[in-house]
């Protein structure tokens, strides 16, 4: 279990709780340095993040919609094995991760709209697909203001008869000017019955922006574990240390402390 | 334009129902099986819908308010002479009779729903070389072409190819036989000449063991205020150790649906490459496929894609790794101007039980137009732990570094953007012949120009 102070929706010192609109409001101009947990609910909820707010939440509930103010940041841990659904309205800086080793099938939905100038997201999602498990993952990007940034990295290792989905949807309205976007995908298929499929879009509607995506399936790479064997590390051992590499690389150093933990 | 009035030999009228099917198979004095198979066909297209992800660009088709036949000949002739004046005069002024002189070994061109000519250089047929309409194949080369008729693409494929399988007429029979490496292209050539009506041609090529060929094809219409459609099947049968190699310039005018089935089948360590250059029509939907059936089979598709305002060129790859070892390539060029849509739409999958199959695709996208649009929507699927596929697209505007650079040097702005790109689009053009590659470059110049001002 990661790190974070675990904390009630209600009688939170962080910000106030809205039972009529189901709405948790971080106080504005926070800047918190420790990793908060809420408890895990299954009903939806909102969570506000305020005006020049900087808050680290970790992510346990099954349906969440996060509205961030313009100048407020947040960086977001997701860990869960289950299937949940994330919206975010976003005018401010969202820096999300996940990493998952699955224990069972799980679908998860997630839909970003960048809605002002200089919003921007970086999206970072790793899973490791164990044997008969199904992953399925949705992430749909909306651009509607000039100036947007989005970054996004999946990565995943499929076991013998597992299964990775992605569906990765980027769009870039008309008024989106100066937009960037990048996509990246890269899974390691370790067994003859593990099955990936991958379908990112790109749709622009505007010419200034740049814009590229990638998706690449290879096997273990027999060089880098030969590397490892030479240097006395048995075969199984050196399969993990890669495996284990390649998952926790497409993380930023914000969640390093997370990934120890977990 | 004038049009084809009453005064065309065979016209099957407006509207589409069993009379039609019965009318044309009856001017082609078809077997009472082929008749069948078409009226099947009829009704399977009746009964299919569009798919969910077909995008909005596509106008409603009124298929009752199409002209599915209309022939001023039934067979084609042999000698430009003998060809009727207005239909040879048209293919003069493209330029059809000097490119077989030069450098054709055979050449058909196809004059709304019949061939008006066709001619293989003599050296070809004493090698056993075929090269005929579909119609003939069916009927005179019934061992060859009957496996493999309607197979690659059946009429359950989708409703255009079922629309084709009821209606089909034209479209070339090619066999070249075991170990016969043909040096110059055959090429057909396809004109819709009558107001809204529609060019249905069926192509089957087979290229036997060892055996490797060229073939070409260039589509042109004059331009009307109503729809015409284009709705041809093309199906490559690619033996062991042979090579095909597809080439389509289409510059269809902008009132032209243009929604394609292509598909080839490559046997062991056969060699499939689609050359694809999509200019004209106001909408395309055309994914060349690949089925990779045999060990080490290898298929490449190179797509150039250009749509100016009021197009939408919807364009990409699809290909099927079926057997272990197979590769595959996918280099997608497109490029929007004004407000048009030219993106790529692909699906790569490896099926179960292959085994160190490998894919690389590129799509690269260009926007110049302050309203241009563009999408890339690839589908990759993969099974097993021995698979390299690999995908990566960009999508930019040109560099204002660049056009200043060439501007500089004293090229005004229509001249800096269309020389950039020809650059862009260079590597694929390289692929075509020289005399398609020095008429796409300035297609393209057109085209730009004609954006930029």
């Not at chain 1, 939806?44 to 099954?62: A, D």
């Not at chain 1, 002002?116 to 044997?131: F, T």
């Not at chain 2, 989708?158 to 292209?185: E, R």
């Not at chain 2, 732990?385 to 005004?412: K, M, P, T, W």
Request: charged share 20%; hydrophobic share 35%.
């Amino acid at each position: 279990m990661p790190l974070g102070k675990r904390l009630s929706l209600h009688n939170n010192p962080f910000g106030t709780w809205s039972q009529a609109t189901a709405t948790f409001s971080f106080h504005e101009g926070l800047s918190l340095i420790d990793w908060l947990q809420f408890e895990p609910l299954i009903t939806p909820v909102n969570i506000r993040i305020g005006r020049n707010t900087s808050v680290r939440l970790i992510e346990q509930c099954h349906q969440v919609h996060y509205i961030l103010e313009a100048g407020s940041t947040l960086f977001h841990f997701n860990a869960c094995d289950h299937d949940y659904t994330l919206s975010f309205d976003n005018q401010g800086r969202l820096i999300h991760a996940s990493g998952i080793a699955l224990t069972t099938s799980c679908a998860v939905h997630s839909t970003v709209r960048l809605q002002a100038p200089q919003a921007s997201l970086i999206w970072q999602e790793s899973v490791h697909v164990k044997g008969n498990q199904h992953y399925q993952t949705t992430l749909l990007v909306d651009h509607r203001a000039p100036s947007t940034h989005t970054h996004c990295q999946t990565q995943s290792v499929v076991d013998d008869y597992g299964r990775f989905d992605l569906r990765c949807d980027l769009s870039v309205q008309t008024n989106a000017r100066q937009a960037s976007v990048e996509q990246r995908n890269l899974n390691l298929i370790t067994g003859p019955h593990g099955q990936v499929s991958a379908y990112p879009q790109l749709h622009i509607l505007n010419r200034s922006i740049t814009a590229s995506h990638g998706t690449a399936t290879q096997p273990l790479p027999a060089d880098a574990l030969w590397y490892l064997q030479s240097r006395g590390i048995p075969y199984a051992e050196a399969t993990q240390l890669y495996l284990q590499g390649f998952l926790r690389s497409v993380f930023s150093t914000e969640f390093h402390e997370l990934l120890i933990h977990s | 334009m004038a049009s084809a009035t009453d005064s065309t030999a065979f016209n099957a009228g407006f509207g589409l129902n069993q009379n039609t099917i019965r009318y044309i198979s009856s001017v082609k004095n078809e077997s009472p099986s082929l008749l069948a198979f078409r009226l099947q066909a009829l009704e399977t297209f009746l009964k299919l819908r569009l798919p969910a992800w077909i995008p909005n660009a596509l106008p409603p088709i009124d298929f009752q308010k199409l002209r599915y036949y209309v022939a001023n000949t039934q067979r084609a002739k042999k000698s430009w002479d003998e060809v009727p004046t207005a239909i040879k005069t048209t293919f003069e002024r493209l330029g059809v009779p000097e490119k077989e002189q030069k450098f054709l070994a055979g050449v058909e061109a196809q004059f709304d729903s019949e061939f008006a000519y066709a001619k293989m250089r003599q050296q070809l047929q004493e090698q056993g070389v075929i090269f005929t309409d579909s119609n003939e194949g069916l009927s005179t080369y019934r061992e060859l072409f009957e496996p493999f008729f309607a197979k690659i693409v059946p009429p359950h494929d989708n409703t255009f190819a079922a629309l084709n399988s009821a209606v089909f007429s034209g479209g070339s029979f090619i066999y070249v036989p075991k170990g016969l490496k043909v040096q110059q292209p055959l090429q057909a050539y396809f004109r819709i000449n009558a107001e809204r009506s529609g060019q249905f041609e069926r192509t089957l090529i087979i290229v036997d063991e060892g055996a490797e060929l060229t073939y070409m094809e260039g589509c042109t219409a004059p331009i009307y205020d109503t729809q015409n459609l284009h709705a041809a099947v093309v199906e490559l049968v690619v033996k062991k150790d042979a090579k095909l190699q597809y080439i389509t310039v289409q510059n269809w005018s902008s009132n032209v649906l243009n929604l394609v089935t292509k598909r080839g089948w490559a046997e062991e360590n056969a060699d499939v490459r689609w050359i694809d250059c999509n200019i004209g029509s106001k909408i395309t939907m055309k994914y060349p496929g690949i089925y990779l059936k045999g060990r080490h089979a290898h298929g490449e598709v190179f797509s150039i894609a250009l749509a100016h305002s009021g197009q939408w060129q919807d364009t990409g790859a699809r290909v099927l790794h079926l057997a272990d070892e197979t590769t595959s390539n996918v280099v997608s060029k497109s490029i929007s101007l004004g407000s048009g849509w030219a993106g790529y739409r692909g699906k790569i999958h490896i099926q179960p039980n292959c085994s160190h199959c490998k894919n690389s695709t590129e799509c690269h996208s260009l926007l110049l137009g302050d309203e241009s649009r563009t999408g890339t929507l690839p589908y990759v699927a993969i099974s097993g732990d021995s698979q390299s596929v690999c995908h990566e697209a960009s999508i930019s505007s040109l560099d204002e570094e660049q056009l200043f650079y060439l501007q500089q040097r004293g090229l005004n702005r229509a001249a800096a953007v269309s020389l950039s790109v020809n650059g862009f689009v260079n590597d694929l053009v390289q692929h075509f012949p020289l005399e398609y590659s020095v008429e796409l470059k300035r297609l393209i110049d057109m085209e730009v120009e004609n954006a930029i001002g």
